[in-house]
């Protein structure tokens, strides 16, 4: 079966702009979670959406926000980028929760100029 | 925070058993204890996971102590695909990553 995908794989933007990323889980997957990977801070969790509803969020600032469809496809959003957010985005699914094993989708890398 | 200790990294010739400890000394009862390693240019991927008894897949192995406040990934055979940063994580309701160990394997 098809794995985690996320678009875009590359993503250019300036300083003050916004962006939107896509995670499509594993078929049957109602659980999505998203991650901040950067060289000084490593994996950090954002939150995550279960059947539509954020169920845990993580320490980020409000212009981090999401959300999760009835497909269970979700996007994630960050308001008025700043270079501090150019990292690698993951997005992982499992069956029901965090509890379960999660696949990795193969991340967007962001860069903030 | 992370609530795990791992060593930043360790080196293991290729063939050989290798042994990556995690000290998890604020562990919970419902927390289990999920290891996961991130190859190079790729996402994270599932180890294994555990709760009280050990554990074995095709990957790997993993021994949990007796008061569960530490627990050990065993790589019964380490090829050079084995090279990533391996990462022991409580879960509850959500993963915290920590930095993870290094695992480099000699050829």
């Known amino acids: 079966k098809a794995g985690v995908t996320q678009t875009p794989r590359y993503l250019i933007k300036t300083r003050g702009q916004q962006v939107t990323l896509s995670c499509s889980p594993i078929s049957g997957h109602r659980s999505v979670s998203w991650y901040q990977q950067t060289p000084g801070q490593g994996l950090q969790f954002l939150f995550e959406?279960?059947?539509?509803?954020?169920?845990n969020k993580g320490n980020f600032p409000g212009r981090f926000s999401g959300r999760q469809f009835s497909n269970s496809r979700s996007e994630m959003n960050v308001s008025t980028l700043e270079l501090g957010d150019s990292a690698l985005y993951l997005c992982a699914s499992s069956l029901e929760g965090a509890h379960n094993e999660q696949f990795f989708g193969p991340g967007t890398r962001l860069t903030v100029l | 925070d992370a609530k795990t200790t791992q060593p930043n990294s360790m080196e293991s010739n290729e063939e050989e058993p290798v042994h990556l400890p995690c000290n998890h000394s604020t562990i919970s009862g419902t927390d289990y204890i999920h290891w996961y390693r991130q190859l190079p240019s790729q996402g994270p991927e599932y180890v294994i996971h555990g709760l009280t008894s050990n554990v074995n897949n095709r990957m790997a192995s993993l021994a949990i102590a007796e008061d569960r406040k530490s627990s050990t990934l065993i790589l019964h055979r380490a090829t050079l695909r084995d090279a990533a940063v391996y990462y022991c994580i409580l879960n509850d309701d959500k993963i915290i990553f920590g930095k993870g160990t290094r695992l480099h394997i000699l050829p």
């Open positions: 959406y279960f059947s539509e509803t954020q169920r």
